[in-house]
């Protein structure tokens, strides 16, 4: 890509080939120091979305950053010991240009992406399931018992999407001002009129038009509420968003609560301290303190599957 940023060199870069796509896809993934120094030692896996796979290692993804990343909010929180040692992986999740988001969604129609680069089939969802996970836990020494998923923006609703589809696999979700679409008739169908995902953008993954079925297929609280309420219990969730006051444009705050209230239908409740951060922007700058506040308690949820 052009005027590549400098990112984070702590972090390597994985590739994957994957024949779901038929793409080979990126990824950046932070070993932590005891990795090297204890060679049969396993470790849980933090799994970080939003949608290219530089965002959480881009010290300058935005303008509020100033100059860290993910991985300078992890290391701190490992100075003061409010976690352990962690694998955390940021998977590419969109196309090369990140002009089309992959939404770990099987593309209805594919061919809307006009040929963007890293996106081929657009089976990002079997992708991620079938591909990705597998190949991190062949590849290195993690628990998979142990493993958390977490995401901004859209990474959130990546984040929720992935859990209710496949609550066996996680034991805590996070997100940041996720992007969650409503829901209508008690979650059995997608809102009709919900304009957030009416963009062209979300044209190859969703379909033109929106296909009824493929919306309800792909909303986070409709499949929330296909699945099974045990299984949504035993996750620990951890959701914050921005404040009301900046709403529609600077924050999910209105989503963010349409989520809460979903999981306390079937009987799930926030363990973030504080959902609604006052000066939430939607920002890097808040996405990474939004980890520096939440990275304890997926510590805390990982380390009792360790």
């Known amino acids: 890509m052009p005027d590549q940023p400098a990112l984070d060199p702590r972090a390597r870069l994985v590739r994957v080939r994957s024949r779901a796509l038929g793409v080979t896809k990126s990824m950046f993934v932070y070993l932590p120091p005891e990795y090297a120094a204890a060679p049969r030692r396993r470790f849980p896996t933090l799994y970080l979305l939003r949608g290219h796979e530089r965002e959480w290692v881009n010290p300058h993804e935005d303008e509020s950053r100033g100059g860290t990343t993910v991985i300078d909010v992890y290391q701190g929180l490992r100075a003061m010991a409010a976690i352990g040692p962690l694998i955390l992986v940021m998977p590419s999740m969109a196309s090369a240009d990140n002009a089309v988001p992959g939404m770990l969604t099987d593309f209805r129609s594919p061919d809307l992406a006009a040929g963007a680069p890293g996106i081929g089939s657009g089976l990002f969802q079997r992708f991620f399931f079938e591909e990705l996970i597998p190949a991190l836990d062949r590849r290195f020494r993690t628990i998979p018992a142990a493993r958390a998923v977490a995401g901004f923006s859209l990474g959130g609703y990546m984040a929720v999407k992935a859990a209710a589809l496949r609550p066996e696999l996680f ?70 968003y921005g404040p009301e006051q900046i709403e529609p444009w600077g924050s999910n705050f209105y989503r963010g609560e349409y989520l809460l209230r979903a999981l306390r239908s079937l009987g799930a409740e ?37």
């Open 270 to 306: 926030n363990a973030a301290p504080v959902a609604a951060l006052l000066d939430g922007q939607h920002t890097w700058r808040i996405a990474d303190r939004h980890l520096e506040q939440t990275l304890p308690l997926h510590w805390e949820a990982l380390a009792r599957h360790m």
């Open 171 to 240: 034991v805590s979700v996070g997100a940041f001002d996720g992007s969650f679409p409503y829901a209508a008739d008690r979650g059995r169908d997608a809102r009709p009129g919900d304009a957030i995902f009416a963009p062209p953008m979300f044209d190859a993954p969703l379909g033109r038009p929106r296909d009824p079925a493929h919306l309800a297929a792909n909303n986070p609280i409709c499949l929330l509420m296909r699945a099974d309420p045990a299984a949504i219990r035993r996750i620990t969730w951890i959701v914050q």
